[in-house]
Nanobody, 123 residues
């Protein structure tokens, strides 16, 4: 059973940075970050697949970086140049249902979710 706990959210000014951390237990085929803004559907932000390929939602490319610390079993999301539209609850997610996943930001490929950490970006 995979368990995920996110941390690192907070309130920052536009242009600022935050690093989200996800402490994971267990194993997964893919890991990723999703976010859900008020009144909006949850969307994929960044993911690392079974083969360690990284996929980013278009709006965060060049600003966000997903990474892993395998030794610590942690997943990170470095968020730079934050914009007000990045405001959301960010969720760490893991896909465990399939042996492999590839370049996926599809919610259906992720079956384990963290509690979420809030990110608020002000103008």
């Amino acid at each position: 059973q995979v368990q995920l706990v996110e941390s690192g959210g907070g309130s920052v000014q536009a242009g600022g940075s935050l690093r989200l951390s996800c402490a994971a237990s267990g194993s997964a085929s893919c890991m990723g970050w999703f976010r859900q803004a008020p009144g909006k559907e949850r969307e994929g932000v960044a993911a690392i697949d079974t083969f360690r390929a990284r996929t980013y939602e278009e709006s965060v490319k060049g600003r966000f970086t997903i990474s892993q610390d395998i030794a610590k079993n942690r997943l990170y999301l470095q968020m730079n140049s934050l914009k007000p539209e990045d405001t959301a609850v960010y969720f760490c997610a893991a896909g465990t249902l399939y042996a492999y996943c590839s370049h996926s930001l599809n919610r259906d490929d992720f079956d384990v979710w963290g509690q979420g950490t809030r990110v608020t970006v002000s103008s």
